[in-house]
């Protein structure tokens, strides 16, 4: 079956910390891809990493991606309150027909 | 800007009746999607396209049917709502071609829709 997983799905934090998303997968694939989506919104593509190592950041996010242990993170540094949304991870597997099967989000909110 | 849009952004209705979602993108693309969501269930695809005559169910099309009446335009429309049909519901398109050899998806801004 394929299946994507996040933790947590929950996040409350502290402006200042250190997080992080993980998102794991069930089979192969070196395509993960990771959106926001900010309440009642829609869903803003963040970052899309396409190989074993693939790292990328933009301002406070960094994003990797590690193909052997079918695991993404989204590292979180000195959390801002505008950060506060729900994120979520989709993976590209060859046997979905190149449709994207999405994680259930991780809603995260940042306290001043 | 090329673009994906949503008409109604937000609609009420009552159980039986059709209604139709309208997305349209000037982005060029092949592929189109819809999607539902609901609170603390994450995206769930209904229906997609990859172009004007392929069609393809997703994971929960029953209920719903779609039209491609266009490289731009993609429908859907619920024949008979029901309640448990509330949600809020996206459009997105993707085109490998032109996004490179990858699948991103690009999203419409949503639309509620309420059964009551």
């Known amino acids: 079956e394929l299946k994507v997983e996040q933790n947590p799905l929950f996040l409350s934090m502290q402006e200042g910390k250190n997080y992080t998303i993980y998102c794991n997968y069930s089979t192969t694939s070196d395509r993960l891809y990771w959106y926001r989506q900010d309440p009642g919104k829609s869903l803003e593509s963040l970052f899309v990493l396409l190989s074993n190592g693939a790292v990328k950041q933009e301002g406070r996010l960094m994003a990797s991606l590690d193909t052997k242990a079918r695991l993404s993170t989204l590292h979180i540094t000195a959390a801002v309150h505008d950060l506060s949304a729900t994120y979520f991870c989709?993976?590209?597997?060859?046997?979905?027909?190149?449709?994207?099967?999405w994680g259930a989000g991780t809603k995260l909110i940042i306290k001043p | 800007d090329a673009d994906v849009t949503q008409t109604p952004r937000n609609r009420i209705t009552k159980t039986g009746k059709r209604i139709m979602l309208e997305c349209s993108q000037t982005k060029g693309h092949d592929r189109m999607y819809w999607y539902r969501q609901d609170p603390g269930l994450g995206l769930r695809l209904i229906y997609y396209?990859?172009?004007?005559?392929?069609?393809n169910k997703g994971e929960i099309s029953d209920g719903y049917s779609v039209s491609r009446q266009a490289q731009a335009k993609f429908s859907l429309s619920l024949e008979s709502a029901i309640p448990n049909q509330t949600a809020l519901y996206f459009c997105a398109t993707s085109d490998p071609k032109t996004g490179g050899a990858y699948n991103e998806q690009f999203f419409g801004p949503g639309t509620r829709l309420t059964v009551l």
């Open positions: 396209s990859f172009d004007v005559k392929d069609i």
């Open positions: 989709a993976v590209d597997f060859m046997d979905s027909n190149y449709q994207l099967i």
